[in-house]
């Protein structure tokens, strides 16, 4: 049809009359009204009245701004054109959902073949490292049934290789390593189903392929009982850092907040740590003053006892390995906390699920081949 100049349209919406047509059209078409106007530009069988291309857009957005009004703001101001928050967050959830899903469906059937003795690796690994860093951080919830905030942990995980590091040296004269490829690991709940995901990402990035596979944490138990399950035969690394962090709250505890006291006993000790001597850091804590160091927040003893496998920060500098957990403590921050722990922030559980997901394969790179072509293929026109 061809017109000249513009025309001016009004969607009319027609709703059944009666309680049994409305369950005869939705029975029928899934439909709880008909646009006529819909009908005639063809977009009355596409989900939210958008478009593929416009679907995508739509979740770009939503994962790339700090809320869904600003998602609004941006749409309008990219693309010309309004598209309610409310929208905006139930296109989200369609697109993040479907990722999510397929994600699930992969990480299940990497987990069977693991289980099942199917998975093979080469008998010759290559050069190199493949480093795993995990780390988990509590997200505000709302959840039917419980009332008020629920806390969850979403456990967050970034797979990278030493193919993908370059390192440089910095203005002090130290060696700092820079990733240039990475893959970002996203699951609100428990280790049960989060190691599933985990362990696809690791393959799917060089697992069994490396010489050696590390993986860097700071030392939660449920990490180290996932490492012995999933990752045998990888190399765990406490976070000196974190680690560090340990020590100075202990000191302080220790000694009463007096920085002339603990400063000099944490960085004597981190010090210890770190040339490799932590058989002598644990005869000395159990010098320590018991009642003190028992009530502290951090039992120190305990905590590098537990790990006192995962400390040898000596031969792992010397081999060149890194050290620090770095790369997920930014990763909490750009795909966790930036997006989904603004003030007042409370989530749904699925809805964080599906901004999660969509944020990790846009950190990771991996919008074009995990988001848009299985968007494409799902609203894929049939011939």
Known sequence: MTVNGSLRFSRYVL????????????????????????????????????????????????????SYQAAEDAIL??????INDDTVRLASNAVGGMVFERD??????????????????????????????????????????????????????????SDNMRFLTDKHGRRQGQ??????????????????????????????KYKKTI???DGAAWIRNMKEE????????????????????????VYGMDESKYKPWSERICAELKAG???????????????????????????????????????YTKNGYLIGNG??????KTILQQRLKQAGMRWNPETAQCLLTLKAKHESGLWLRDVASLVASRFAPSV
């Open 277 to 315: 001597r932590f058989e002598g850091v644990l005869a000395e804590l159990e010098k320590t003053d018991q009642r003190a160091a028992t009530s502290s927040p951090v039992n120190l003893h305990r905590y590098i006892s537990n790990n006192k496998n995962a400390i040898d920060y000596a031969e």
């Open 104 to 161: 699930c469906e992969i990480a299940q059937e990497a987990y069977e073949r693991l289980c099942s003795g199917k998975l093979s690796f080469p008998s010759r690994r290559k050069e190199g490292i493949l480093y795993i860093e995990t780390d988990g951080a509590a997200l505000n919830t709302r959840q039917k049934n419980k009332g008020g905030s629920t806390w969850l942990e979403n456990k967050l995980g970034v797979v990278f290789s």
């Open 15 to 66: 709703r059944p009359k009666s309680q049994k047509d409305r369950e005869r059209l939705w029975s029928a078409e899934g439909l709880t009204a008909v646009v006529p106007m819909d009908c005639y530009l063809g977009i009355a069988s596409l989900p939210f009245k958008l478009t593929p291309a416009a679907m995508l857009e739509v979740a770009y957005w939503a994962q790339n701004q700090p």
């Open 327 to 332: 790369a997920v403590e930014g990763a909490n």
């Open 77 to 82: 101001k990219t693309m010309g054109i309004k």
């Open 179 to 208: 990733i240039t490829k990475r893959e970002y690991v996203s699951f609100v709940g428990g280790v049960d189903e989060f190691k599933k995901h985990l362990f696809a990402c690791a393959v799917r990035n060089g697992y069994g």
């Open 230 to 253: 999933m990752f045998p035969d990888a190399q765990q690394i406490l976070d000196y850092y974190r680690l560090c962090e340990n020590v100075d709250v202990f000191a302080k505890h």
């Open 215 to 217: 993986i860097l944490s």
